[in-house]
């Protein structure tokens, strides 16, 4: 059997598309993913195929939901003789952790209309780079622990901190979304320990962005895998 695979080396693999009605461009759309240099295995492979597929799904969800929006718009601001509305969609990622025989990224959507705030999607990946699958959120912590219970404890304790702090601002019914609104998928995994995220809009106003929480390594992560 031969070593297992410490660290993934990716180099970014852009897209960019535009859409227009009469010669007038109505939408924008630039992707960038990683894409792992040199994809010599399988698992390189797979990966690279993983992240090729979401740019394709992201151009297609831009032309499929995102395009019949800004030609809506563009046609209303021209019969109002009003300024001609600005459509863009970005794809972009962020590698956090790539040692330890662990890859972990985000990828983040951000959709701008016209003038007004940017949307922000965020999607989370940890990879195990001897298997080639991602790794699910319940590995990172020992059997039999709560680690949901955990995770939202934490969560909850860290918003009363800032909100005494006065950095930040949340919903009235936080509490209740910060359970409700969990997604175990929502994670990736930093040097200074495991973070999980919440949807823009989910427990905070659209100005906080997306929520992202830190568990530190020592407070119960465990990062060894099982030998096979």
Request: aromatic fraction near 12%; include cysteine.
């Amino acid at each position: 059997m031969g070593e297992r695979p410490v660290s993934l080396r990716t180099e970014p693999f852009a897209a960019e598309r535009e859409w227009t009605v009469e010669g007038v461009p109505v939408l924008s759309a630039a992707v960038r993913v990683p894409q792992p240099e040199p994809a010599a295995d399988k698992i390189s492979r797979r990966i690279k195929r993983f992240y090729q597929l979401q740019c394709r799904s992201f151009l297609h969800y831009c032309e499929q939901q995102l395009l019949p929006q800004a030609v809506a718009e563009y046609r209303a601001a021209l019969a109002a003789s009003s300024p001609l509305p600005a459509f863009r969609a970005e794809l972009d990622y962020q590698i956090t952790y790539n040692q330890d025989g662990f890859w972990s990224l985000y990828t983040q959507g951000r959709e701008t209309i016209g003038t007004g705030r940017a949307l922000l999607t965020r999607r989370g990946d940890t990879w195990d780079l001897a298997a080639g699958y991602p790794v699910p959120l319940k590995d990172f912590f020992p059997a039999g622990m709560g680690w949901k219970k955990r995770l939202i404890t934490h969560a909850e304790k860290e918003i009363l901190r800032r909100e005494r702090a006065g950095v930040t601002r949340w919903k009235e019914n936080w509490r209740r979304e910060l359970r409700r609104c969990f997604n175990p998928q929502n994670f990736y995994l930093t040097a200074e320990g495991l973070a999980w995220f919440y949807p823009m809009y989910a427990i905070a106003p659209g100005q906080e962005g997306i929520p992202v929480f830190l568990l530190p390594y020592d407070k119960g992560v465990k990062l060894e895998r099982e030998a096979e």
